[in-house]
């Protein structure tokens, strides 16, 4: 019998469709890792910035998972802010346990 080694999570949209989310194979971890890079430079200096960081790590984690719903447009109308967080977290590996995730991942870049 095999066993799983990751945790994955199956979480409800807000357009009604279920998704798994389980860890990012090691390729596109590594395009997510690139992504989240974006955090550290100088131009991550509002939350706005942020979000698009998140965003766009939250579009790579669904190409993998959902790849009908990994557009910009469709990801943003169905995606809030605590589901994109435990994408992220469950996908990516990142943590932002903060209330305010945003704000958590700009402290120190200010």
Do not use: H, W
Not at 61 to 76: G, H, M, T
Not at 98 to 108: E, M, V
Request: proline share 5%; aromatic share 6%; glycine share 6%.
């Amino acid at each position: 019998m095999a066993n799983t080694v990751y945790e994955t999570l199956e979480i409800r949209l807000s357009n009604g469709e279920d998704v798994i989310i389980k860890p990012l194979s090691i390729k596109n971890l590594k395009k997510f890792m690139e992504i989240m890079k974006k955090l550290d430079s100088d131009d991550a200096t509002s939350e706005e910035y942020a979000m698009d960081v998140f965003i766009e790590g939250g579009i790579l984690c669904f190409e993998q998972f959902k790849p009908e719903l990994a557009s910009r447009e469709i990801f943003e109308d169905i995606i809030e802010i605590p589901t994109l967080m435990k994408i992220l977290e469950i996908a990516g590996g990142i943590k932002l346990n903060d209330p305010n995730p945003l704000a958590a991942s700009l402290d120190g870049m200010i």
